[in-house]
């Protein structure tokens, strides 16, 4: 049996926190959940999730930071990057670097079925490197 | 007549007389000479009285001397030379002798006649040459008062100016230094002419490097500080007759005021951007904190109904949903406001791409396709084979336009359908256009339907289609990308909304639309 796929949740509310994580979970994702932007920074540097839900307003180091941070590293390429924010005008400066960006409030049904959605070629995908 | 004036005009020195009048003067005194001469040579002829002979000799040279001296060398000439003609008549009407040359017979009277033109010309000339002078003179006078008064009043101009007048010789001395400014700098007249500028600020390296530049023949501009004062310089070199630099004339003016005036707009325009600025943070972090609860309570209400924290009854279902719906119209209604805020503050960024029609109006038919069927009305969707197939504009904004119009369509209409269609009225502009079969805008109604907060009588709550601020966002997205928004509508009859937006848009990309 192949190992769920890794989602990395950045958010800094807990009650979307949580909706999220569980929305990943359903959809069949190892979920990790990280409230702050540098601690997200450093387990970026360490760990290669598969998905990241990134919400653009965070304390200490902005979504969009880290979405460059994404972007720019070697190790991370390929990662599927979800932006959540609720200013339209900051995603339509982000648009280009994000898989897919969501005005917020996101559902949790559209969550749950996007990311299941994706997931089968994740996992063709990680079948195929291991 | 006219001829005759111009004539005596040129031949008679007529600055101060009518050339007529001297005329008729000379004449005159060369009449009265004639007959007193014809008189006594009369009594000569029958006499033969020596007093009486040189009486005439002189009433013969006093026309001449006369006129001459009235009228100048040219009038002097011209009665030297009627003179002949006279004596020669005298002289044949006395019988002193006969014949058209009786002045030329005796030597004596030969020498007079030349005499007398010789004295007409030389003493006219002497009459020109001292009312020449005169006349210099009187010029020179008046022309020497003109230019007292004018110094007198550029010397009140200079020193009641906030400027300093000053020249420098060839070695930078000071030879003028004047102006309202000079006593504004401290700096005592009396004290710095002479003195060489270049030592007087010899502590100041900039200064002294604008004077040499002065000095090596440079037009120079710049500014100096001193007094709590701004001045700014301007030098012009003053060359002389071989172009070598004999000295520097320069102008100081006091533009204090004028750069405080510049320092209070650049302040002024900080403290509105930073404001802007401000306006913009503060409109980010409200639309956070506003759709960051409503996230939480549609997620959890999604949550529930999907049974994750356990089984869930059918009326309890019934109850999340009327939770979702009521958090999904907040939503919106939380969007339009922060829509409307941001246009009011200026920072609704247009985002300028290419894009296709075609998509777009595929994907709105999609996104409201639900509401239109929940309503048992078509949508449709169709866009003119004379369209590009990419348009450049904001997507995003233009898509919001389409779906506040179709919302708004669908709402007002029973039965029938509503269209979209994309087309091209002219040559320079693409149009969107949605119409309906619905009840239609009565006439009264349709100049304030584009104003926020207005909503057609019966719409009395707020809908899920908003505030009312919808068609209102809509005019001003539209004018914002350089658009027009246009209503047809009858009461009744349905409602065509078009907006006609230029093929080139103005705006361009990232840039913020004020």
Known sequence: ????????????????????????EEAGYETMVIGDGREALEQLAVTRPQVVVLDLQLPSVSGGDILRFIR??????????????????????????????????????????????????????????? | MNRLRAFAAYWLNSENMPAGRQLVTIVGLLSADFLLRLLLGLRVSTTTGGVATTLARFLAVLPAVVIAWLFGARAGLIVGILSFPLNSLILNLTGEATG??????????????????????????????????????????EAEAALRQSQAQLETVVANTPIVLFSLDNEGVF???????????????EQMIGRSALAVYADNPEIVMQINRALAGEQTLWMMEANDLTFEILTNPVLDEDGRVSGVIGVAVDITEQKLAEQAIVKARDAALESSEFKSKLLANVSHELHTPLGAIIGYAEMLQEG??????????????????????????????????????????????????????????????????????????????????????DARRIQQVLINLVGNAIKFTEEGSVRMKVYRPDMEHWALQVSDTGAGIPDEAKAAIFEPFRQLEGATRPSRAGFGLGLSIVSQLAALMGGQI????????????????????????????A
């Open chain 1, 1 to 24: 049996m192949a190992t769920k796929p890794l989602a990395m949740i950045i958010e800094d509310d807990d009650s979307l926190m949580d909706i999220f994580s569980r929305a990943l």
């Open chain 1, 72 to 130: 720019t590293s070697e190790h991370l390429k390929g990662v599927r990057v979800l932006l959540a924010t609720a200013n339209s005008q900051w995603a339509d400066m982000l648009r280009g670097q994000a898989d897919w960006v969501f005005d917020k409030p996101i559902s949790f049904r559209q969550l749950r079925d996007l990311t299941a959605r994706l997931r089968p070629s994740l996992g063709e995908d990680d079948d195929s490197k291991t």
């Open chain 2, 100 to 141: 058209w040359d009786a002045p030329l017979q005796t030597p004596a009277n030969a020498v007079g006649s030349v005499m007398l033109i010789l004295i007409g010309v030389l003493l006219g000339r002497m009459s020109d040459l001292e009312k020449r002078a005169r006349r210099e003179l009187q010029q020179r006078i």
């Open chain 2, 175 to 189: 030879t003028l230094l004047e102006g309202n400014g000079v006593a504004r700098l401290g700096l005592q007249p």
């Open chain 2, 308 to 393: 994750i924290y356990g089984p869930v009854s059918e009326e309890q279902s019934d109850k999340l949903d009327a939770i979702i719906d009521s958090s999904e119209q907040l939503t919106g209604l939380v969007r339009e406001l922060l829509d409307q805020a941001r246009l009011e503050a200026g920072r609704l960024q247009l985002n300028f791409a290419p894009f296709s029609p075609a998509e777009m109006v595929e994907t709105v038919r999609r996104q409201m396709i639900v509401l239109a069927q929940a309503k048992g009305v078509a949508l449709t969707g169709e866009v003119a084979a004379d369209v590009p197939v990419t348009l450049q504009g």
């Open chain 2, 486 to 513: 246009s209503l047809e509508s009858e009461s009744g009859q349905g409602s065509v909304f078009t907006v006609y937006f230029p093929l080139e848009p103005a705006y361009k990309g990232n840039g913020q639309v």
